[in-house]
């Protein structure tokens, strides 16, 4: 809405709205969100694992010296999202039964099935339970704040952590491109890297995702389609996400 008078320093409301214009520029810049606005296909989509791991020891170090639940939330994404590649926005409705991850297919069509599922068992305990303690966080998070809030707080978390270490700059979705590059360079079907996806299609993994030279090697377990639905639901309560399953402490089988 127009400012209709100026102020007792006789300021048009031209120039009132130019001074708060930028005023909301500087604020926006402050949260790590980048001058321009990229595109799908400026945007990083290949990382070495070295340079992510600068990041989570800055995390790490956040997380321990202001007991910070942003910077836990996003070390405990960007530690277990390079191994099962799912969309942000389907991490809150994820369940997590024995070592088998049944997420909501975000982006459905009539041919999708409601859920896909993935196969952890190839990895060690530890990761488990960080997937898990990364279910919980975000969805009590989410149910506080809302889907977009907790997006935004995890983008702006990510992008300071990269500031503070001078790389350049991730964003969340970044860790799908290089858990679906890691299943290429693995030798994975195109039939099952569009089953750990939730695609359809065999060639949206080819055409718009990192190719199979910039994944990583596997070197803690890989993760697999499909799997039983059934057995024991693994407890998810506020003591998964306590300070035992910090993030800083599944680093050893992620290094």
């Known amino acids: 809405m127009a400012i209709e008078k100026g102020n007792e320093q006789g300021l048009r409301s031209e120039q009132i709205e130019d001074r708060i214009g930028r005023i909301h520029k500087l604020l926006a810049d402050c949260k790590g969100r980048p001058a321009v606005k990229r595109t799908s296909r400026k945007k990083l989509k290949k990382v070495d694992r070295a340079v992510v791991q600068r990041v989570i020891d800055r995390l790490s170090e956040i997380e321990i010296r202001r007991h910070s639940i942003a910077a836990r939330i996003c070390g405990l994404y960007i530690v277990v999202m390079p191994s099962i590649g799912m969309r942000?926005?389907?991490?809150?409705?994820?369940?997590?039964?024995?070592?088998?991850?049944?997420?909501?297919?975000?982006?459905?069509?009539?041919?999708?099935a409601d859920y896909r599922s993935i196969d952890l068992s190839a990895f060690p305990d530890e990761f488990v339970a960080a997937v898990g303690a990364l279910i919980v966080l975000v969805r009590a998070k989410v149910a506080e704040v809302g889907y977009a809030r907790w997006h935004n707080a995890l983008r702006d978390t990510l992008a300071r952590a990269c500031a503070d270490v001078r790389v350049k700059r991730m964003s969340p979705y970044l860790f799908r491109h290089v858990a679906i590059a890691t299943w290429k360079a693995a030798g994975m079907s195109q039939g099952d890297v569009a089953k750990l996806c939730g695609h359809v299609g065999l060639r949206t993994a080819g055409n718009h995702y990192?190719?199979?030279?910039?994944?990583?090697?596997?070197?803690?377990?890989?993760?697999?389609?499909?799997g039983p639905e059934q057995g024991s639901s693994v407890r998810l309560t506020s003591e998964s996400s306590g300070p035992e399953h910090s993030f800083s402490r599944v680093l050893g089988v992620v290094d």
Do not use: C, F, M, V
Request: charged residues 25%; hydrophobic residues 30%.
């Open 88 to 112: 942000p926005t389907e991490l809150a409705g994820s369940e997590l039964t024995d070592k088998i991850l049944r997420i909501p297919n975000a982006k459905k069509r009539p041919q999708h």
């Open 210 to 226: 990192a190719s199979g030279r910039h994944g990583w090697t596997a070197e803690n377990g890989l993760a697999r389609a499909g």
